[in-house]
């Protein structure tokens, strides 16, 4: 049982770290611009889908990811150009709908140049194995490689946002934006700086996600509800928030996936057991954002305006 | 009161992202613009008998229970100034209470309605207060969120069909007589009650109540200076719209002979939202004009794209970049309407 249990909580977290990725761009979109940007999911997908085609055209999954990054980073900074730059003064309702529309565009165009059906990517030689944990347990290189490449991830991002010159400028465009402005930084290139590096994230996290999951149009979609619940458990703005958030999003998915059923067993007979446990576990994390909610409305770590 | 300064102070913050959003048409202009939009609607079943095309009654149906859905977002969204991404969810829950019932041998339409009604009231009300406790982009992400928690709990209920969705035996029956099974009967029963859900909507807004809405969404600040606290009035109207959603689920059940998650998936709830928004917002008879030419292009789309999605999301995105406030705000621009 505590295999059982150890096995699910690396799970949860490399579940919470892919969560993170997402989840540390789309928050840190919406604390410095004020934007709402549905769209987020669709860039992960994206991510995975250029990781998929550079992989299979070069061979080597490595390559093809140093390939994806500046793509997917290129494709944030086209988009923001194209389209986020006009949303920024407008309200949430238009900014809910032109990325509505977005959605419905990449995920349409992705069908029409990849085809409707899942793309699989082979995991790199070099991490298919699997290390051994306490017994005879083991677990996939490539898993723990997620979580590792992930961790580095969110200390580059702290050490960028805390220490750097473009973290100050970012922690202060968020807490007044026209002031900063103002005094003479060109907060337009901030901005799109800012939504390139989040649009990167997130096609990292998609990369990192095609060797294990299928490449398939829509896929950004699920990503993206769960990210909205991380941010909101976290705090708006905070990247912090949405670190600690994430975590605990993927902990209590996976663990209440695997031990909900296993602990109304011993409440009820097995079959209605599983029966409840499989229709009460995809609702934990939102029962959980409820309740968070509940005591702390805006969330566990609330920015304020401010990027932590 | 400890949360009241912070409270307006996330208020005055938001004073100037408020939807700015007249109604294109006056109280009279509505009531003719309603007129002609029920007239047209209510004689269309002669149109499909004149043409003998029964499948023009079918779509006919259709459009008129996506208008109640959208007329109910309307009162949220356009009275109440709530961005409610999970309103798809009432219309889900409506057609699972026919069918779970149906299952279990109720078969009464007027009996599941009851139920449809009772079980979307109350998780709007759950959900409402919790959501109604933030503002702003948290409500929308909440309302998506608990949108997305009743889809998944409809996926796992494997009772009932799960993913796969459950087909009914037959529609619902009216004291024992299977008159619904008439297309013609059930296209009525709809049309009565968006027109009575229409008349209804109309007479509340114009109420007190209504009044105590309008005010908040102009300006909160001010109706909580003079004395009201918005949350009551904001939650009252989340759960009106959230029975009457239920009831379009109802009747979308009995239409289909269908009932399946896919019914409350979160791009449904954006499609009733476009629909609001392009339809102008805040006027309830635009929002069933907005769902008619929503579901209307869509299906003039798909006949000549297999990609229409991508030609009505680049609409959707072109719309929102090149005219402020939809295709209302579009119009009234067109005009020569001065707006801010």
Same mark, same amino acid.
């Given at each position: 049982?505590?295999n ?5 909580a ?5 579940l919470?770290?892919?969560l ?7 928050? *840190? ?19 995975a889908?250029l990781?998929?085609t550079f ?6 999954? /490595?390559l093809?990811l ?9 494709f ?5 150009f194209?389209?986020f730059r006009?949303?920024?003064?407008r309200d949430?309702?238009d900014?809910v709908? $032109?990325?509505f ?7 349409e165009g ?7 059906a899942?793309?699989?990517v082979p995991i790199?030689?070099? =991490?298919?194995?699997s290390?051994p *944990?306490?017994g005879?347990m083991r677990?996939?290189?490539?898993r723990?490689?997620i979580?590792?490449s992930g961790?580095?991830t969110?200390l580059g991002l702290y050490l ?6 473009i973290g100050?400028?970012?922690r202060?465009? !968020?807490?007044?934006g ?6 003479g930084?060109d ?9 390139? =590096?989040g649009?990167?994230?997130a096609?990292f ?10 490449v ?7 990503v993206?509800?769960l990210?909205f619940v991380v941010i909101?458990?976290?705090g708006v @703005?905070?990247?912090? @928030?949405a670190?600690v958030? &994430? ?6 998915d996976?663990l209440g ?6 602990l109304?067993r ?5 079959s209605?057991?599983s %029966? ?10 939102y029962?959980?954002?409820a ?6 409305p805006s969330? *566990?770590?609330?920015a304020?305006?401010t990027?932590? | ?11 005055a913050r %938001? ?8 109604p ?5 202009g509505a009531s003719?613009?309603? @007129? ?7 004689l269309?079943p002669?149109? !499909? ?10 779509t ?17 969204l356009?009275y ?8 798809a969810a009432?219309?889900?829950l409506?057609?699972? !209470?026919?069918?779970i019932? $149906? &299952? ?5 339409? =007027? ?7 009772l079980?979307?009231a109350?998780f709007a009300?759950?959900?409402? &207060? ?10 929308i992400m ?6 997305q928690?009743?889809? /998944?709990?409809?996926?796992s ?5 799960g ?14 007589a ?10 009525y029963?709809a049309?009565g ?19 105590v =809405?309008?005010?908040?969404r102009?300006?909160?600040l001010?109706? %909580?200076?003079i @004395?009201?606290a918005p949350f009551p009035? %904001?939650?009252?109207?989340y759960?009106? &719209?959230?029975?009457? $959603?239920?009831?379009?689920?109802v009747?979308?059940?009995?239409q289909a ?12 709830s954006?499609?009733?939202i476009?629909m609001v928004?392009?339809?102008?917002m805040?006027t309830l008879?635009g929002?069933?004009?907005? !769902?008619?030419?929503f ?8 006949q000549f794209s297999?990609h229409?999605?991508l030609w009505?999301g680049?609409l959707?995105v072109l ?12 119009v009234?621009r067109l005009?020569g309407?001065?707006?801010s």
């Amino acid at each position: 049982m505590f295999n059982l249990f150890l096995l699910q909580a690396l799970n949860g977290i490399q579940l919470g770290i892919l969560l993170f990725l997402v989840a540390a761009g789309l928050t *840190l979109i919406f604390g410095v611009m004020d934007l709402i940007n549905l769209a987020h999911g669709v860039l992960y997908m994206v991510g995975a889908y250029l990781a998929a085609t550079f992989t299979a055209f070069t061979g080597d999954f /490595f390559l093809g990811l140093a390939l994806a990054l500046p793509a997917t980073l290129a494709f944030g900074i086209v988009l923001e150009f194209l389209i986020f730059r006009r949303l920024y003064d407008r309200d949430h309702l238009d900014q809910v709908l $032109a990325t509505f529309g977005l959605i419905l565009i990449l995920n349409e165009g992705v069908k029409m140049i990849w085809g409707a059906a899942p793309m699989s990517v082979p995991i790199p030689d070099i =991490l298919s194995g699997s290390m051994p *944990l306490i017994g005879n347990m083991r677990y996939p290189f490539f898993r723990v490689a997620i979580i590792a490449s992930g961790l580095l991830t969110a200390l580059g991002l702290y050490l960028m946002v805390n220490h750097t010159r473009i973290g100050m400028l970012l922690r202060a465009g !968020a807490t007044n934006g026209p002031m900063v402005s103002a005094l003479g930084v060109d907060i337009g290139r901030l901005f799109m700086i800012v939504f390139g =590096l989040g649009a990167m994230l997130a096609g990292f996290a998609g990369a990192m996600v095609a060797p294990i999951l299928s490449v398939e149009p829509g896929m950004g979609d699920s990503v993206l509800i769960l990210t909205f619940v991380v941010i909101v458990i976290g705090g708006v @703005g905070s990247v912090r @928030g949405a670190f600690v958030a &994430a975590i605990l999003v993927g902990l209590v998915d996976t663990l209440g996936r695997t031990f909900g059923p296993i602990l109304l067993r011993s409440l009820m007979d097995p079959s209605a057991a599983s %029966q409840t446990g499989r229709t009460l576990a995809p609702m934990l994390i939102y029962i959980l954002m409820a309740a968070v909610l509940f005591f702390r409305p805006s969330g *566990l770590f609330p920015a304020k305006g401010t990027v932590q | 009161m400890s949360t009241g300064l912070s409270d307006a102070a996330a208020t005055a913050r %938001q004073i100037d992202i408020r939807p700015v959003r007249r109604p294109l048409l006056g109280r009279q202009g509505a009531s003719v613009a309603a @007129g002609v939009i029920f007239a047209g609607l209510g004689l269309l079943p002669v149109l !499909a008998w004149a043409l003998d095309d029964p499948f023009l009654l079918v779509t006919a149906t259709r459009l008129t229970i996506f208008a109640i859905a959208a007329l109910s977002l309307d009162l949220v969204l356009g009275y109440g100034a709530m961005v409610s991404f999970g309103h798809a969810a009432f219309i889900g829950l409506g057609a699972y !209470a026919v069918a779970i019932l $149906a &299952a279990n041998g109720i078969e009464d339409i =007027l009996l599941q309605t009851l139920a449809a009604i009772l079980v979307s009231a109350i998780f709007a009300l759950i959900t409402g &207060a919790i959501s109604l406790r933030t503002k702003g982009v948290y409500f929308i992400m909440i309302t998506l969120a608990f949108g997305q928690m009743a889809y /998944f709990f409809m996926v796992s209920l494997s009772a009932y069909g799960g993913d796969d969705g459950i087909t009914l035996a037959n529609r619902s029956t009216l004291f024992g007589a299977d008159v619904l099974e008439s297309d013609l009967v059930l296209f009525y029963g709809a049309f009565g009650f968006l027109v009575l859900a229409f008349v209804g909507l109309r007479a509340l807004v114009a109420s007190r109540f209504g009044r105590v =809405l309008r005010g908040t969404r102009d300006n909160r600040l001010r109706m %909580q200076a003079i @004395g009201f606290a918005p949350f009551p009035y %904001q939650l009252t109207a989340y759960v009106i &719209a959230g029975a009457i $959603a239920g009831v379009a689920g109802v009747f979308l059940a009995n239409q289909a002979e269908f009932v399946s998650p896919a019914y409350m998936t979160w791009q449904r709830s954006g499609e009733l939202i476009v629909m609001v928004v392009f339809g102008g917002m805040g006027t309830l008879v635009g929002a069933i004009a907005g !769902a008619i030419a929503f579901l209307l292009l869509e299906d003039w789309l798909a006949q000549f794209s297999e990609h229409w999605k991508l030609w009505l999301g680049i609409l959707l995105v072109l719309l929102v970049l090149f005219t402020r406030g939809g295709i209302a705000g579009f119009v009234s621009r067109l005009s020569g309407g001065a707006r801010s």
